[in-house]
């Protein structure tokens, strides 16, 4: 089993930044392949960011790309998300999840694991 706890949302005007954090407990982390979701009021979950259990591998919506950077410390058992240039539609519950598989996965069903999430509001 893991647990999973994300951290790191708000309120943050367009053009801004934020940090999530996603603290992972339980089985072992660093073979865990990690993906970061966001959920809009009226959406399907999106896939936002992946990375594989080496860090080495990424991947990342295009609505993100360029602007969002998944990142993970396998010593701290936590993975990141550094969020830059905001924009109102970004806002969304932000979701990490761990799969017992090792690469880098954009499909939601293939995760094992979910965080309760976390709200990001992004002002206009």
């Known amino acids: 089993q893991v647990q999973l706890v994300e951290s790191g949302g708000g309120l943050a005007q367009a053009g801004g930044s934020l940090r999530l954090s996603c603290a992972a407990s339980?089985?072992?982390?660093?073979?865990?392949?990690m993906g970061w979701f966001r959920q809009a009021p009226g959406k399907e979950r999106e896939f936002v960011a992946g990375i594989d259990w080496s860090g080495y591998n990424t991947a990342y919506a295009d609505s993100v790309k360029d602007r969002f950077t998944i990142s993970r410390d396998n010593a701290k058992n936590t993975v990141y998300l550094q969020m830059n240039s905001l924009k109102p539609e970004d806002t969304g519950v932000y979701s990490c999840a761990a799969s017992r598989r090792s690469g880098v996965i954009p499909t939601p069903a293939l995760y094992d694991y979910w965080g309760q999430g976390t709200q990001v509001t992004v002002s206009s």
């Open positions: 339980g089985r072992t982390f660093s073979n865990s392949a």
